[in-house]
């Protein structure tokens, strides 16, 4: 369930109810006044710390696994680019198949 932001109209303070999307503002109830009054705030502080949190230590691992394994792929030798990769001007050469069926 969502967690929302609300401020009492009534006694103007803040509170965080988790609600069903389709709970309605006006039947927010202000747990220190319990004036039903509460505006939804947008939880742009909650999201904004997220956001800017220093990575953990299991993110950093995890970045250190992923430059280690490109490393070491780095290390393999190219697999088969020349044949993935033909020449740009193979398809304009002339067909040789006659020439040679001419000579047997
Ligand atoms: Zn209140």
């Known amino acids: 369930m969502p967690l ?3 401020r009492c109209g009534q006694c103007e303070k803040q509170f965080e109810a988790s609600q069903s999307l389709y709970a309605r503002v006006e039947d927010t109830e202000c747990p220190f006044c ?3 009054q509460a505006t939804r705030l947008m ?10 949190r220093k990575p953990g230590f299991s993110e950093l691992k995890a ?3 992923h430059e280690e ?3 070491s792929f780095a290390k393999l030798p190219p697999v088969n680019v020349a ?13 040789s198949a006659p020439t040679e069926g001419s000579i047997s």
């Open 43 to 52: 939880s742009l502080f909650s999201s904004n710390v997220v956001g800017d």
């Open 4 to 6: 929302y932001e609300y």
């Open 69 to 71: 394994r490109m490393r």
């Open 63 to 65: 970045k250190a696994m």
């Open 34 to 36: 319990l004036a039903r």
């Open 83 to 95: 044949l993935n990769m033909p020449p740009p001007d193979a398809a304009s050469e002339p067909d």
